[in-house]
């Protein structure tokens, strides 16, 4: 019964597992590193399509928004950033929203942080995360960061909410998707996300090529 109510309320795995301790059962769910070898098929999956998906940018993060992987692109990405935000255990957040980081490079920095932060909110509150709340704080906290909530968004011209990133090439405009595995019954597959990013026009699609294309 704890497992069913948990699968329709949609709870993650690591919760099922406290509300089975809670209840007096055993977890089921398991918690294996990246590095154990029945991950290995895993981590080739993740290392094909970081490497399919460039000369675009793509990350793999945990439950905490921590890289765990990332292909070439994303130094596109990361330039200019502190050098220390960069360094294991690096976050993507913070990378992207510290005004050492990606921030001052971000033209809608604004609209993005709400973003970024309206998603992290959501995840602290189904996982009643203290750790992840507190990532919230830190982040909205930084210069620039709009943590405003609308119920009722403006009707928006654009079909996308676009990353729009000043480079010496121009200003680089992506779109992003966020890819979760199937059916996961191991909670650090149901924790990690892939986060890829695509070029929102031709411009943006044509600068990505000849980068890469100049870096090879």
Partial sequence: MVLHLAQRLDVPLRERNRLLLAAGFAPVFSEQSLEEPEMLPVR???????????????????????LVAANRGVALLTEGV???????PANALRITLHPRGMAPRILNLGEWSRHLLERLARQAELAA??????LYDELAGYPGVDTATSEEPEPASEILLPLRLRHDDGILEFF??????????????????VEAFYPADSGTAEALTRLASDSS
Avoid: K, Y
């Avoid at 502190?82 to 294991?88: G, N, S, V």
């Avoid at 995360?129 to 507190?134: I, N, Q, V």
């Avoid at 979760?180 to 909670?187: E, R």
């Fill in 44 to 66: 080739e999956a993740l290392d094909r399509f970081l490497a399919a998906h460039e000369p675009f940018p793509a990350v793999v993060v945990d439950r905490g928004w921590n």
């Fill in 176 to 193: 992003g998707t966020v890819t979760t595995f199937g059916t996961p019954l191991d909670i650090t597959l149901s924790e990690l996300v």
């Fill in 82 to 88: 502190d050098p220390r935000l960069l360094e294991p």
């Fill in 129 to 134: 995360d203290d750790e992840l709340r507190a």
